[in-house]
């Protein structure tokens, strides 16, 4: 499996913008296809965005379009989520994935697939 690190969370006003990082080790990251998801208080976990092992290949849900863009760095084993024009419904634990699949198959990623990292505080304040 891969252990997943990420980081950048923190609490920002709405509007602003924030930068989540990823970084992976233990198997080969360029193998992966990387994904991010959120968890908001008393709610499921949902779908951000995910990027194919090449980078090539991205896939948004839709809250996230045109605001977010995920990008990766196989020779620094890392996946970023940039985050622009936050709104307090962005407000959640954000988590790192990884999974030998497509972008579009993170989206319906089980909880026990993959590999999950810890998961980051973003908090958006109005």
């Known amino acids: 499996q891969v252990q997943l690190v990420e980081s950048g969370g923190g609490l920002v006003q709405a509007g602003d913008s924030l930068r989540l990082s990823c970084a992976a080790s233990?198997?080969?990251?360029?193998?992966?296809?990387m994904g991010w998801f959120r968890q908001a208080p008393g709610k499921e976990r949902e779908f951000v965005a995910a990027?194919?092992?090449?980078?090539?290949?991205?896939y948004y849900a839709n809250s996230a379009k045109g605001r977010f863009t995920i990008s990766r760095d196989n020779a620094k084993s890392t996946v970023s989520l940039q985050m622009n024009s936050l709104k307090p419904e962005d407000t959640a634990v954000y988590y790192c994935?990884?999974?030998?699949?497509?972008?579009?198959?993170?989206?319906?990623?089980?909880?026990?697939?993959?590999?999950w990292g810890q998961g980051t505080q973003v908090t958006v304040s109005s």
């Open positions: 994935a990884a999974d030998r699949t497509t972008p579009q198959a993170m989206k319906v990623l089980p909880p026990d697939s993959g590999s």
């Open positions: 990027i194919s092992w090449s980078g090539d290949n991205k």
């Open positions: 233990g198997r080969t990251f360029s193998n992966y296809a």
